[in-house]
């Protein structure tokens, strides 16, 4: 079949994290929230099908967004709601982005960008983390085709951190705008909101799916200047997000203190895999996400990975060309932490 667009046709595609759907494993490969959802996401959820669903939802959440400008500091305006941050990833890069265009974005970082640049046609510029996962200057060289530069922060594989210093420092020299991937910013010791006003050039996406436990509801949303968001608006689908996630993502970001209960799960537990992993010989990335990224010296990461997948164990392998491999290991619940690393000690420790 031969209609396709050329570009669409040669290019791979985006290859999402292994979701079995048969068989028992102990998921760490995805960075999904371990623990059930907030109570009131459900109730809330049940009121929203109680009421019936013949009527199409709110075309802009707005709901939602009167909730998260208040817990965010912004006007509802500032808002942009989607079917989770990818939906927002993809609106954004359509706005922006047309075919022949440029748009950069760093190395190893989330794959998606690749695959949203290569559907507009565009060309990308890929800018590789040095060693100490810092971004060089060649990060905010100027260009003049470049339309939209995306930053995952912080970043996946690596769950690190750019300073919001030196964000702001990127955006006022790049020439275009600035989509700073906030996924995993509930896990992290700072982040990038404070920008928004100061610049409009950035924006910042968010989502659900980690730090609410909702990667199965799919609701994410994007912070900008107003003015940002009313162009954006034109582009996303009519009704984009369904009464059911509406309901259930205002109902999440209402219950703050489930919210930091469960985050603190979750650092803890990092805090005691990250250890771990380092007595078993692996070398640790400092992360500030729900994952840690790892190899070790002695065992092939690709090895390690088939070896745990056939003992029912799922983490993520991830290769990057001339760069390299590794691990990323999602922070699952302590009793699913502790059985991954008894299986992972008898694979790396020689009796």
Same mark, same amino acid.
């Given at each position: 079949?031969?209609?396709?667009?050329?570009? #669409?046709?040669?290019?791979?595609?985006?290859?999402?994290?292994?979701?079995?759907?048969?068989?028992?494993? #102990?998921?760490?490969?995805?960075?999904?929230?371990?623990?059930?959802?907030?109570?009131?996401?459900?109730?809330? /959820?049940?009121?929203?099908?109680?009421?019936?669903?013949?009527?199409?939802?709110?075309?802009?959440?707005?709901?939602?967004? &009167?909730?998260?400008?208040?817990?965010?500091?912004?006007?509802?305006?500032?808002?942009?709601?989607?079917?989770?941050?990818d939906d927002i990833l993809t609106i954004v890069t359509r706005a922006f982005v047309d075919a022949g265009d440029h748009v950069r974005f760093s190395r190893p970082s989330y794959t998606?960008?690749?695959?949203?640049?290569?559907?507009?046609?565009?060309?990308?510029?890929?800018?590789?983390?040095?060693?100490?996962?810092?971004?060089?200057?060649?990060?905010?060289?100027?260009?003049?085709?470049?339309?939209?530069?995306?930053?995952?922060?912080?970043?996946?594989?690596?769950?690190?951190? /750019?300073?919001?210093?030196?964000?702001?420092?990127?955006?006022?020299?790049?020439?275009?705008?600035?989509?700073?991937?906030?996924?995993?910013?509930?896990?992290?010791?700072?982040?990038?909101?404070?920008?928004?006003?100061?610049?409009?050039? #950035?924006?910042?996406?968010?989502?659900?799916?980690?730090?609410?436990?909702?990667?199965?509801?799919?609701?994410?949303?994007? /912070?900008?200047?107003?003015?940002?968001?009313?162009?954006?608006?034109?582009?996303?689908?009519?009704?984009?997000?369904?009464?059911?996630?509406?309901?259930?993502?205002?109902?999440? /970001?209402?219950?703050?203190?489930?919210?930091?209960?469960?985050?603190?799960?979750?650092?803890?537990?990092?805090?005691?895999?990250?250890?771990?992993?380092?007595?078993?010989?692996?070398?640790?990335?400092?992360?500030?996400?729900?994952?840690?990224?790892?190899?070790?010296?002695?065992?092939?990461?690709?090895?390690?990975?088939?070896?745990?997948?056939?003992?029912?164990?799922?983490?993520?392998?991830?290769?990057?060309?001339?760069?390299?491999?590794?691990?990323? &290991?999602?922070?699952?619940?302590?009793?699913? &932490?502790?059985?991954?690393?008894?299986?992972?000690?008898?694979?790396? #420790?020689?009796?």
């Amino acid at each position: 079949m031969n209609f396709f667009r050329s570009n #669409i046709a040669a290019m791979a595609g985006y290859v999402p994290g292994e979701q079995p759907q048969g068989g028992k494993f #102990i998921k760490l490969n995805t960075n999904e929230n371990p623990y059930p959802c907030s109570a009131k996401v459900r109730a809330a /959820i049940g009121r929203a099908v109680q009421a019936g669903l013949q009527k199409y939802p709110d075309s802009t959440a707005t709901a939602f967004r &009167i909730r998260a400008a208040e817990l965010y500091g912004v006007e509802p305006d500032w808002i942009l709601c989607g079917n989770g941050s990818d939906d927002i990833l993809t609106i954004v890069t359509r706005a922006f982005v047309d075919a022949g265009d440029h748009v950069r974005f760093s190395r190893p970082s989330y794959t998606l960008y690749q695959t949203l640049a290569e559907i507009q046609g565009a060309k990308c510029h890929v800018v590789d983390y040095q060693a100490d996962w810092s971004l060089g200057e060649d990060f905010a060289k100027h260009c003049d085709k470049l339309r939209l530069a995306y930053l995952a922060n912080p970043n996946s594989p690596s769950g690190t951190v /750019i300073p919001p210093d030196k964000v702001a420092r990127i955006a006022d020299a790049l020439p275009c705008p600035l989509l700073v991937d906030e996924a995993y910013a509930d896990f992290a010791e700072t982040d990038c909101l404070g920008l928004v006003a100061a610049n409009e050039k #950035i924006m910042v996406t968010r989502t659900l799916s980690k730090s609410y436990a909702l990667a199965g509801l799919r609701f994410g949303f994007l /912070i900008a200047q107003p003015q940002v968001i009313r162009e954006l608006s034109k582009v996303k689908d009519s009704y984009n997000c369904d009464a059911l996630s509406i309901a259930g993502a205002t109902a999440a /970001i209402d219950d703050q203190a489930w919210f930091e209960q469960t985050r603190a799960a979750v650092l803890s537990t990092r805090s005691k895999l990250a250890e771990q992993l380092k007595t078993l010989g692996f070398e640790c990335v400092e992360s500030q996400a729900n994952f840690v990224w790892c190899r070790h010296p002695s065992h092939p990461s690709e090895q390690l990975y088939q070896r745990l997948k056939a003992e029912g164990v799922l983490i993520r392998y991830l290769e990057f060309g001339d760069w390299g491999d590794g691990l990323r &290991i999602t922070v699952g619940t302590d009793e699913q &932490i502790d059985a991954f690393l008894a299986i992972l000690k008898a694979m790396v #420790i020689r009796r």
